[in-house]
C-alpha cells in the first residue's frame, strides 16, 4: 500500500473539531482553531436596496461596488510574481483606504482565472460547521491570502507558515496585507527559514495628480450613480481634489458617494475630505432613526450609536460575551434585544458572532473620534464615551480579550485627529499593562501616534520583558525606538545617553534590524570609549560587554574580521575584571569566529577557555540558571568543534555528554525555558556518538532527542522547535539508513514527514530523498517514485534559488540536482517509463554540461560523459553509450596514473621532479579536484537521506573543491 505523500492534521481540544482536507489545523485548547482557512469565492449576493440603506456598505470592499481601477502596475508586478521559485511571500501595506483589498481581490480573481487555488486565512475566525476541501486537485499552485497580517502574532503567523498546504511540490505564493510594516523583518526572517523567496510591495498613494484623481473619482461617482438608479451625467464637477485628503482611494470613493448621496436627496455635499465621514455617519444614524420609527428596533439611534461604538472597540464577538459587555456598560434596554437589533443593521459574516463592526476601518475610526469629546467638527459628541472606553478596558484579572483591537484602532484613530490621542493616553495612563495586553500590534500602532504623551510610552517601556517573546518584539522595538529618541533629543548624560543606544540595539537585533542594531551599538561603543577615559572603574565592562554584542551582530557577515577584532579586544578588556560570565560569553563568541575564520587552534583554545570560566562563573553562584545554561552552550560548542576539526573525539562526547546532564537538570528546573534544550543538545551527542563508532549509543540517544524535540513541538509550535526536530528525525535516519535497518529508516520518516513538512526546507529535501532510497533498496520502485519526484522538484527549485553572486552554491545546488536525477532516472527505466526516463537523464547532461563550463574540473567532464552515457543507454543507443563509458574510464586512469605525484607536484607549484614534464597550475587543480569531486560522489552515495555527518563531510569535500576551482587559471 502507497504512503501519502500529503496527509491532513487536525489537532482538536475539549471537544472542538473542524476538520481541512489538504492542510493542517491549529487549535486552541478551549478557544477553537488559531486561524481558520477558507477556500475564496467571490463577493457576497446581497441585495441592490439593502445596499442603499447605509452607506458603510457601498464603501466596504467585500461588496465590490466599485469597479477596480487605477492599480495596473501594482496587479501586473502580482501577477509575474506567481512565476518562479516553489514558495514565495509578499508583504503588500499600506495605509488604510488605500486601497489594498480591492487590488487583493482582484489579483485573487486573475489567479483563479489560471487555475490556482485561492484560500483565504482568517484569524481566531470560528469556522462555518463542516470541512473545507483545500486539496490543490489539478491546480498548479496555491494563493494564500492573508488580511490584517500585521495585527497577528508572529507565532500564530509561523504556525500559518508551517501548514502543509505550503510545502507541496506545487507553486505557493503567500500574500500577506497589512498597514503597517514594522513586523515585516522579524517575519521575513521566519518566511526565509521556512525557504520561501520574500518580498514587500509598499502600496503609495494612487492619484499623483489632479487629472488622475478625477479619473478615480469619477469612476467610482459613476458606480454609485449606478446604484442609486440615477442617470450619470455627461460631466461631474468634482470638489476640489488637489488638496490634502485626498491621497488615498478610499477618501475620493467617499468624496463621490456623498456627492450621489446629496444630489439623489436634493442637498448640498460638503467639499473638504474631513466633514465627508460626519457625512456619511449622519446617514448611518438617520437608518437606524428610520427603522426605529417603523418600530423595526427597539433599539433608540443614541442608544444604537453606543452600541455600534462598542462594536468597533471590541470587534465581533460571541453572543454571551457581547451581552456581558452590553450588561456592563449599563445601556439602556435588555443586551439581547440590543444585539438582535444590532444585527439588523450589521449582520454577522461570521456564524455564531455579534456586534460585527462598522467597515471600512478607516470610518470605524472616524467614527470614534467624532463620538469622543474634543474635536472642532460639530456635533455628533457623546460625553458617555470616554468612560465607556475606560469601563470596556477595566478588568480584575486578565485584560479582556479584545484589549488589543480597541488600542490598536484608538491608536489608528489618533494618527488623524489628535483629542483621541488624549483619550488613549488617559486610559493607558491608568493602566499601561493594556499596551502589552494587546500585542504587538497594539504597540506598534502606539508608535505610530504623532504628539502622545511620552510619559504614556514611558510607563509603557517599563513594563517591556527582559527575555524574549516572538509576539511583542516587534512592538517593543516600535515604541523602544521612540521612546529612545525622545529621550535622546531632551538631553541625557553620557552615560544614559550609550545605554539606550545599547539597549535599543538589542531590540532591534531580536526583529531582524541587524543593520540598525549594528548603527546603535556602534554610538554605544563610541559612547563608552569615551566615559572609560574618564572612570574606567564604571565603564569598562560596559563597553567589553558591546564589543561582545557587536562582533555578535557582525559574525556570520562578510564582516567577520571586524567581528573578530571586536571580540578580541572584549577578551582583553574582560581580563582584567573579576567577570567570567561576561569573558565567557565572549571567549565563545571568539571560538566559533576563529573557526569561520579558519584559525582552528585558537577556535579549540578559545572554547576550552570559554568552559573554563563559565565554570568559575557557575561555582560563584550555583543557583544562577543563566550561568549554567551558559556553561551547557559552551560545552556543547566546544564538543562540537573538536568532532569537526577532530580534535580529541572522545574528550568531544565527555563535553556533550556533560552538556546534556546539564541541560536535562536546568530542564527540570525551569522547563519552559530549557526543555527545548535538552533535545538539541541530545541530538548533538547523538550524532558525535555515532561518528566516533558508537552506532548503537548514537542511536539510542537520536531516538530520544526526536521524542524530546516532538514533545516540545508539540507544546510549542514555534520555527526553532520544528527545527529542531527535524534536525534530529533527519539524523536518526541517517543513522539507520548507513546501519542497513531501512525498515526502521522507513518507520522514522513516514511517522514524522509531516512534521518535517511543517518545517520545510533543505531538511524536508533531506527527507523525501532518504524515503525514495529507502523504498528503492527495499524493491518497493513504484512507492519511491513520488519521493524522487518531489524531491528533484525542490531541488530544481533550489537551483532557481541560489544567488547567481555565489557560483559556488550555484554550482553545488546543480551537483546535488544531477545526483538526484541519476537516481530518479534509474527508478523510471525499472518502472519501464521510458519517456520521463530520456527527459530526467537529458537534464542530468544539461546540468553537468554547465558545471564542466562553470568550473571545468577533470572530474566534472567524467560526469559529463558517463551522464551522456546514461541517456544514450536510456534512448538505446549503445554504441554512444560504449563511446562515452571507454572516455569516462580513459579520464578516469589518467587520474589514477597520476595521483601517487598528485601532491609533490600541488606542493612544488612547479618545481616538479626533475624527470618529469612540469605540470601547469591548472593541470595540478584538475587532479586533486578529481578526487575532491569523488570524495564528495562518495560520501553523498552513502546515503540520500545525508543527516548532518553526511551533510559537514560532503560540504568540506565540496568547500575544497570550489576552492581548488577557484584557484583554476581562466583562459
Known sequence: MNEPLFQQTVQAEAGFAYGVIGADLHVFQDAGPVYTLIERTGPPAVDAAWLLEQPSRLLDARYEVVAFDGREAELADLTSWLEGPQLAARWLHGPGGQGKTRLVSAFADLTAE???????????????????????????GLLLIVDYADRWPLSHLSWLFANALLHTPRSARVL???????????LRAVLTEHGARTGDLPLGPLPRTATDRERVFAAAHDCFCERYGLAVPDAVAPPRLDGPGFELVLTLHMAALVAVDARARGVSPPGDPSEFSAYLLDRERRHWTELHGNQALSTPPQVMARTVFTAVLTGAQSYEAAAGVLGGLGLPGHPHELIDDHAVCYPPAEPDRVLEPLYPDRLAEDLLALALPGHAAGGGADPWTPGATAGLLAHDGDPPAYAGRAITFLASSATRWPHVGKSLADVLSADPALALAGGGAALTALAEVPGLDPAVLDAVERLFPERRNIDLDAGIAAVAERVVAHRLATGVDPAMRAELHATLARRLLVVDRTQDAVTHEERAIEGYRALVGEDPARFTGPLAIN????ANLLMGTDRDEEAMSAVEEAVDLLRGLDDPFNLAMALGNRAMLAHQLDRNSEAIESAQEAVQNHRLAVAADPDDLDFQGGLAMALGNLAYLRTTLKRGEEQAIEASQEAVTLSRRLAEADPDAFRHRVAAMLGTHAVQLFTVGRHEDGVRAAIEAVALARETVARHPIRSFQSALARNVVSLMGMYQRLERWEEALAIGQEHLVAVRDFGGPLLTNVLGGMATIFTTLGRQEEALPYARETAERLRAAVMEADPADPDAEAAARLELAQMLNQLVTLLVALRRKKEAVAAAGERVALYERLVQDVGVLRAVIDLHLAREQLASVQGKRRRAAAEAREAARLQDQIDNMFPNLFANLLGLGQDEPRRRPMDLRTKVD???????????FVLSLTAGRGPLEATLSGVAVAVLFWLARLRPRG
Do not use: C, E, F, I
Open 114 to 140: 489560471r487555475g490556482w487555488k485561492v484560500v483565504t486565512a482568517v484569524h481566531r475566525a470560528v469556522p462555518s460547521p463542516g470541512s473545507q476541501d483545500l486539496l490543490p486537485g489539478a491546480a498548479p
Open 176 to 186: 500577506l496585507v497589512a498597514r503597517s510594516v514594522r513586523s515585516w523583518p522579524a
Open 547 to 550: 564589543l561582545n554584542n557587536l
Open 927 to 937: 587532479l586533486v579536484t578529481g578526487p575532491a569531486l569523488g570524495v564528495v560522489a
